[in-house]
């Protein structure tokens, strides 16, 4: 098909506790190369971050020139640190033809629709009810109650915009989710931007 082969993007949602991460790693070795997008931020990395592995960690200057720039997808100030997506990374892998991850929020999601909408998969990824969430959030015993409150609030409203996506991952178990996942991520490789479908017809028609 010439060289208008690209990459392809796979933007995964859902409430926090959904088990996205989990999902993801159980099925990494058998949805080929991929690139995770992660956040860039100018907060200072905390104990056992990795730059490129966590967050890339930038300077405040340097995150402002690049918003002057226009290389982020979405970007917002959180108690006077910056956190983005940076297209560049993002540019970059999909020119080496990798699925590109997002884990995003609906917000995000609709962002990413805006901008790169011929080349984007989505997925909501969700435990079959919200009493379930609550129980997995309570199992974790990573947050306080308040911060499980404010997840499961947001759950509410995040889950009415489920319709808004490709695919919806009911996660009941890890391994029904991950072949689901699979067969998404794969489908996702499938996708043609307008630009490559244009050039096979010209390809088709010599």
Not at 5 to 24: C, W
Not at 74 to 81: I, K, M, S, T
Request: proline letters at 2%; charged letters at 30%.
């Amino acid at each position: 098909m010439g060289s208008s082969k690209k990459g392809a993007i796979l933007v995964l949602s859902g409430p926090s506790g959904a088990g996205k991460s989990t999902i993801i790693s159980a099925a990494s070795d058998e949805i080929g190369e991929y690139y995770f997008s992660i956040s860039t931020t100018t907060r200072a990395p905390r104990m056992g971050e990795e730059d490129g592995r966590d967050y890339f960690f930038v300077s405040k200057e340097s995150f402002e020139e690049d918003i002057k720039a226009g290389h982020f997808l979405e970007y917002a100030e959180v108690h006077g640190n910056y956190y983005g997506t940076s297209l560049k990374p993002v540019r970059e892998a999909l020119d080496a033809c990798k699925l590109v991850i997002f884990d995003i929020d609906v917000q995000g999601h609709r962002l990413v629709r805006a901008k790169m909408n011929d080349i984007t998969t989505s997925a909501f990824i969700t435990p079959p009810t919200l009493n379930e969430l609550e129980k997995r959030l309570r199992a974790r015993c990573t947050d306080n109650e308040s911060v499980i409150v404010k997840r499961l609030e947001n759950a509410k409203e995040e889950i009415q915009a489920v319709g808004e996506y490709d695919f919806t991952i009911i996660n009941d178990t890890v391994e029904v989710a991950a072949k689901e996942f699979i067969i998404v991520a794969k489908a996702a490789k499938l996708k043609q931007s307008k630009e490559a479908e244009e050039a096979f017809i010209l390809e088709w028609l010599n």
